[in-house]
C-alpha cells in the first residue's frame, strides 16, 4: 500500500464552483499535513499546512484533516482560471521528512 | 531576483554524456534537496544536504552523484546519462525555521532529455 493516495484527476470545473481535492495516508506517524500549489513549468509552493484534525481556512482555501480516517481535503471556494495547477498532498512526521502525493490536475474554465 | 535559481532551464543530451545540473540560492537555508518529478510517479528524492559537509542519499540515488561546493550551491552529476533519467529535475531549499512541517521553497526546474 503506498502512503499517500491522490487521485491524479485530471479535473475540470468552471470558474465559480467548489473544488474538493482529496488524499488519503497510511501512516498514523504523520502530524503535518500540506498542500503545495505546482503552475506549469514552476516548481511546488506550499498553499497550506496543518497538524491537527478539523479545518482551517485561508482566503478561499479551507483545508481539512480527519486524523481518524487518515484522510485529508483541500476545499477552493468561488474557483478562479488563476486556480488551475497541479495540487500536491503533502505529509511530514517527526523526522521532517516529507512524503509526496502524487499530485491533482486542475483546470477552471473561465 | 528568483531565490533558488536552476541551471541550465533545458537540456537535451545523448545516452552516455556527464552532465552537471547547478543549483544556487539566496535564501540562507543551510538545507539543499535534489528531486526528479515523472507523470505518474511523483516528486522522488534523490540526494539531501544539511550543510556543506554533510550529504545523504535519497530513495532514488542510484546513477547520480552531487556536491555541495558552498552553502549556496548544491550541483547534481549524471555521470553517464541514460534515456530513464529523462525528467524534470528541481532544487529545494528548507531552513531551521521553515517550521516542523520543514516547508521547502523550489527552483524552476531543470527539463533533461536523454536521447
Known amino acids: 500500500q503506498k502512503e499517500v493516495e491522490q487521485d491524479p484527476g485530471p479535473l475540470s470545473v468552471p470558474e465559480g464552483a467548489i473544488v474538493s481535492l482529496n488524499c488519503t495516508y497510511s501512516n498514523s506517524a504523520f502530524q503535518y499535513f500540506m498542500w503545495y500549489r505546482q503552475y506549469s513549468r514552476k516548481g511546488p509552493e506550499l498553499l497550506m499546512y496543518?497538524?491537527s484534525s478539523g479545518n482551517k481556512e485561508d482566503g478561499r482555501f479551507t483545508a481539512q484533516v480527519d486524523k481518524s480516517s487518515k484522510y485529508i481535503s483541500l476545499f477552493i471556494r468561488d474557483s478562479q482560471p488563476s486556480d488551475s495547477a497541479t495540487y500536491l498532498c503533502?505529509?511530514?512526521?517527526?523526522?521532517?521528512?516529507?512524503?509526496w502525493g502524487l499530485g491533482t490536475s486542475l483546470a477552471v474554465n473561465p | 531576483d528568483a531565490d533558488v535559481t536552476q541551471t541550465p532551464r533545458n537540456r537535451i543530451t545523448k545516452t552516455g554524456k556527464r552532465i552537471m545540473l547547478e543549483c544556487s540560492q539566496t535564501?540562507?537555508?543551510?538545507?539543499m534537496y535534489w528531486y526528479r518529478q515523472d507523470p505518474g510517479l511523483g516528486l522522488r528524492l534523490i540526494y539531501y544536504?544539511?550543510?556543506?559537509?554533510?550529504?545523504n542519499k535519497g530513495e532514488i540515488s542510484d546513477g547520480y552523484s552531487v556536491s555541495r561546493q558552498a552553502q549556496a550551491k548544491f550541483s547534481l552529476s549524471l555521470e553517464s546519462a541514460i534515456p530513464n533519467q529523462t525528467a524534470l529535475y528541481f532544487c529545494?531549499?528548507?531552513?531551521?525555521?521553515?517550521?516542523?512541517?520543514?516547508?521547502?521553497?523550489f527552483g524552476p526546474g531543470t527539463r533533461l532529455t536523454v536521447l
Open positions: 529545494a531549499t528548507s531552513g531551521p525555521r521553515e517550521g516542523p512541517y520543514n516547508e521547502q521553497f
Open positions: 544536504s544539511f550543510d556543506v559537509k554533510d550529504i
Open positions: 496543518t497538524y
Open positions: 535564501k540562507g537555508h543551510d538545507r
Open positions: 503533502v505529509y511530514a512526521g517527526n523526522n521532517r521528512k516529507l512524503i
